[in-house]
């Protein structure tokens, strides 16, 4: 007989992001002629660069012709896509990753869930609270998470590190010892960043009791701030401790396309083991995820004009990001974020919870936002909202908010 994995039932009852889906859904149902603005899912709106359709043209061309057709992909991924990122994204800010240390993917979401299969279900895992919700999703999958206790939205078995506004809405080292601790900077959902000596901390901290930071710098891109590290390798002794997880979907708009990477070092040795050889291991069971025309299109970023053209994708979404950040300052709400990260993160108004506000926002004013209860129990009595939509949109919807809220 069939048996499943019961550690799916101890997910809680419903995902944040399907929710917002049926309660807009409904909410159009039943107001269609009701313009609606989202700034909620961390989506991007604006095409494709000239140079990444340029690039897969060409690539599929190629694949149309006997001589450059291509199958399946290397385990790691082509070596003319890792290459460039090697020399772009590490050796140009004078960190130590060699090309053979980089794993090509379908995007860091799918590597983000799935890195935690390569550890034991011993391991204790520590996560910012707030946190983007897959990194304690995939581990409650696996069974490493513990049971739920419904009345605190907390699982027993993992390591909330609370993310507050008297700390800048970073996390502190935690008191209790972990062993993987996940890391997110820029971070989804607050924005949040911090400077190379902070991060400094966290190496060290994971160098001396044998933990693994899995860094996730999928925002990097949008970092404007002198002294706030776009890798985690740009810190003394990562190499040991660190696996970092990259993202081609908001700096280059992939979100249709799907493409990332992970970095997993040589020198990353736990148990007597070499992490790169078991992610090795595990990668070429699933192939990479990312064919040959999507790879050609990640390389042609790198090239001059796709870098001038990912600049003025990221100037466009931080324009928005501004946008949104003064004006609702001037309209009275306590906001953070959107300086170097694409979300801004907002203290609801009048002691509302993170739901009341949303169900307000869209039943009142016709924006769409993300419940800040939805990235764990700190999160409530917050709000994120997102820079991903057109310039248009995020005035009127500012403008929308701020007369209805100054009523």
């Not at 604006?46 to 199958?71: N, R, W």
């Not at 000596?197 to 860094?215: G, R, T």
Request: proline residues 4%.
């Amino acid at each position: 007989m069939v048996k499943i994995n019961d550690n799916y039932e101890k997910l809680p009852g419903s995902y944040l992001f399907s929710d917002i889906a049926k309660k807009v859904s409904a909410y159009q149902e039943a107001n269609p002629d009701q313009k609606i603005i989202r700034l909620g899912i961390g989506d991007v709106t604006q095409p494709l660069t000239d140079s990444v359709i340029s690039a897969l043209h060409s690539a599929v061309d190629e694949m149309g012709q006997a001589k450059t057709f291509h199958g399946y992909a290397p385990d790691l991924g082509y070596e003319f896509l890792r290459t460039a990122i090697a020399k772009h994204d590490y050796e140009e800010r004078g960190c130590d990753i060699a090309a053979d240390e980089i794993f090509v993917s379908d995007g860091a979401k799918s590597d983000s869930a799935n890195i935690q299969e390569i550890f034991s279900l011993d391991n204790v895992i520590a996560v910012c609270d707030p946190v983007y919700p897959v990194y304690v999703d995939s581990n409650v999958m696996a069974g490493r998470a513990g049971d739920y206790d419904e009345e605190r939205g907390l699982f027993d078995r993992i390591v909330y590190m609370p993310c507050d506004a008297e700390h800048g809405f970073a996390p502190q080292l935690p008191e209790q010892e972990a062993d993987l601790i996940y890391l997110c900077f820029p971070n989804n959902p607050t924005g949040a960043v911090i400077n190379k000596e902070e991060l400094q901390k966290w190496v060290d901290y994971a160098n001396e009791h044998s933990s693994i930071i899995i860094y996730d710098a999928a925002y990097e891109a949008y970092i404007r701030t002198d002294g706030i590290p776009h890798s985690i390798y740009e810190c003394k002794g990562a190499r040991t401790c660190a696996i970092e997880l990259h993202s081609f979907s908001k700096n280059a708009g992939f979100t249709g396309v799907r493409l990332g990477y992970t970095v997993v070092p040589k020198d990353l040795v736990r148990d007597g083991v070499a992490l790169h050889k078991l992610w090795a291991r595990r990668h070429s069971t699933k192939y990479n995820g990312a064919p040959y025309i999507i790879q050609r299109a990640g390389e042609a970023v790198y090239s001059e004009a796709g870098q001038r053209e990912v600049k003025q994708l990221v100037d466009y979404y931080m324009k928005n990001a501004a946008y949104i950040l003064k004006g609702l300052k001037e309209a009275g709400f306590t906001v953070s974020g959107g300086v170097d990260a694409p979300y801004i993160w907002l203290k609801t108004p009048n002691q509302m919870t993170s739901w009341e506000f949303f169900d307000e926002l869209l039943e009142k004013v016709g924006v769409v936002g993300t419940p800040g209860s939805g990235f764990g129990p700190h999160g409530e009595g917050y709000f994120r909202l997102t820079a991903f939509g057109s310039y248009e949109n995020t005035v009127e919807a500012v403008d929308r908010m701020t007369k209805h809220f100054q009523k």
